[in-house]
């Protein structure tokens, strides 16, 4: 991450925090452990996301490279994920419970609240100089059967968690869009008083 200037690649059209213009989604992982604390700490963060009737719907399943868990994870990617999820430190899915506990009806912003949690998740890796990337480049189905996920539970992505590495110890595929992303311009997303996209 600290190989890129961020101003080059992203200007926002308004003040914002640094930390949200920081977060980006790279690959280059150094292979390096992180400690539990570390790991712990993200979790803190993501279950302290807003969600509809306090219902907190997000799940974590996670394990560590090189532990006897990791290759179930691994092996649901797709075969260019693994070739750069090998030098994480962590591979996390997230699914999200569908009911409501209270009452067992549908949470029908379950997926909402799950993306709030893993923002949380993110920004907090960010502003402890590690890399979290999200990613839905795996087999979904194969991840509810070898886990067991019950059918009132959605799989929504995995996430890949470590410290940087080098952009050189990408494919030449991968390097060439390793590189913050920029954004679309507020006139496309927002619209006043009227449906206008």
């Given amino acids: 991450m600290a190989y890129f200037d961020i101003k080059k ?12 213009l920081n977060r ?21 963060a993501a279950k302290w ?15 560590k490279n090189n ?9 649901l990617l797709t075969a260019n994920n693994q070739s750069w999820v090998k030098r994480a430190a962590v591979l996390v899915l997230i699914i999200t419970k569908q ?7 549908p949470d029908t912003t379950a997926t909402f609240s799950a993306g709030a949690a893993w923002e949380n998740l993110a920004l907090e890796a960010t502003s402890r100089g590690l890399i979290a990337h999200a990613m839905v480049g795996f087999d979904l189905e194969r991840a509810r059967a070898e886990y067991k996920i019950p059918a009132d539970y959605k799989v929504e992505a995995l996430v890949a ?5 080098k952009k050189e110890e990408l494919s030449e595929q991968q390097q060439a869009v390793e590189f913050p992303s920029d ?6 997303i927002i619209s006043e008083g009227e449906f206008k996209f």
């Fill in 183 to 188: 954004r679309k311009k507020l006139k496309e």
């Fill in 99 to 105: 009911t409501f506990d209270y009452n067992g009806s």
């Fill in 67 to 75: 532990s006897v868990h990791w290759e179930k994870l691994f092996s």
């Fill in 161 to 165: 968690i470590g410290r940087p590495g």
């Fill in 24 to 44: 980006w989604s790279p690959r280059a992982l150094s292979g390096e452990a992180i400690t539990d604390e570390e790991l712990h700490s993200l979790f803190e």
């Fill in 9 to 20: 690649y992203r200007q926002p059209e308004n003040e914002i925090n640094p930390l949200l």
């Fill in 49 to 63: 996301a807003p969600s509809s009737f306090n219902n907190q719907p997000w799940r974590f399943i996670y394990a």
